[in-house]
Nanobody, 125 residues
């Protein structure tokens, strides 16, 4: 089993950058697909980005963040990252990382078995 802890959230002005981290415990981190989701007040949790577990891993992005956000993973450090650039007020949300054993359908939150507690990102205009 893997446990996840997010960090790196905060308050930033529009156009700024943040890097989120998701530290995973457990020796099987490298075998999990990982994803970032976010949830704004009054809205459902939505997909942000995902990355497969395999060597030469594949990344997927929501259209709303493509070109601005970059997902990456360091299996040696058991850590998942989300580099967020050119932030917009509409990016404001609690960001969650998830881990799952699925190899497809990673845009759906139902494909993830474990979740972190979330980290708040607030982008001011």
């Amino acid at each position: 089993q893997v446990q996840l802890v997010e960090s790196g959230g905060g308050l930033v002005q529009a156009g700024g950058s943040l890097r989120l981290s998701c530290a995973a415990s457990g020796r099987t981190f490298s075998s999990y697909a990982m994803g970032w989701f976010r949830q704004a007040p009054g809205k459902e949790r939505e997909f942000v980005a995902a990355i497969t577990w395999s060597i030469g891993s594949t990344a997927y992005y929501a259209d709303s963040v493509k070109g601005r956000f970059t997902i990456s993973r360091d299996n040696a450090k058991n850590t998942l990252y989300l580099q967020m650039n050119s932030l917009k007020p509409e990016d404001t949300a609690v960001y969650y990382c998830g881990a799952g054993s699925a190899s497809w359908g990673l845009r759906s939150s139902s494909r993830y078995d474990r979740w972190g507690q979330g980290t708040q990102v607030t982008v001011s205009s």
